[in-house]
């Protein structure tokens, strides 16, 4: 059960916009839209955050970007956030397979060794309190540039902030 009413069509004509919005672009009208729409500028705000990551935050490969997100949200357990996810990653051509393994990425043989470097991080960087080591950075920094490694930190840390609505597309 919902902790915010997600009665968005009772929201006004910011509940209308977002609603017409969620439902062009998604189909429907997400969560995350109709908790947003109680409060026009905590949703604008939001709104920008999500539109700068999706335009610029882009050199990191749109595969390693999807897994980091989705081996955090399956840590936490978040079942929209893995529904949302998986729909999102398989439409952006990520193998459906790579996406449905993440909860039992260390049996499966669907990973390269970045790949795996890279849902290790997600859940290390997920963790409460955090245990990424020293290692796992250097083990990236050796496969990846500085400039991939900051941007899958910081899509982790922006998706874990509760900014989802758009974090996946890109």
């Excluded at 993440?102 to 970045?114: G, I, L």
């Excluded at 950075?137 to 899958?152: H, K, N, P």
Aim: proline share 4%; charged share 25%; glycine share 6%.
């Amino acid at each position: 059960m919902a902790r915010i009413p997600m009665d968005i069509d009772n929201r006004g004509l910011v509940g209308r916009g977002v609603a017409w919005y969620s439902r062009r672009r998604f189909g429907k009208v997400i969560q995350p839209a109709a908790v947003l729409a109680h409060h026009r500028g905590v949703l604008l705000a939001n709104a920008r955050l999500e539109r700068s990551v999706e335009k610029s935050w882009t050199v990191a490969d749109k595969t390693l970007r999807c897994l980091a997100l989705m081996a955090s949200s399956a840590e936490i357990g978040c079942e929209w956030c893995i529904d949302f996810g998986y729909w999102v990653s398989v439409n952006q051509g990520v193998d459906p397979r790579k996406i449905e393994d993440v909860p039992r990425w260390r049996s499966s043989t669907a990973y390269t060794d970045v790949e795996r470097q890279v849902l290790e991080y997600a859940e290390a960087m997920t963790a409460t309190p955090p245990t990424v080591t020293d290692e796992m950075v250097a083990g990236l920094r050796a496969a990846l540039d500085d400039r991939q490694v900051v941007e899958l930190t910081a899509l982790i840390a922006v998706d874990r902030s509760g900014s989802t609505l758009l974090v996946y597309v890109g």
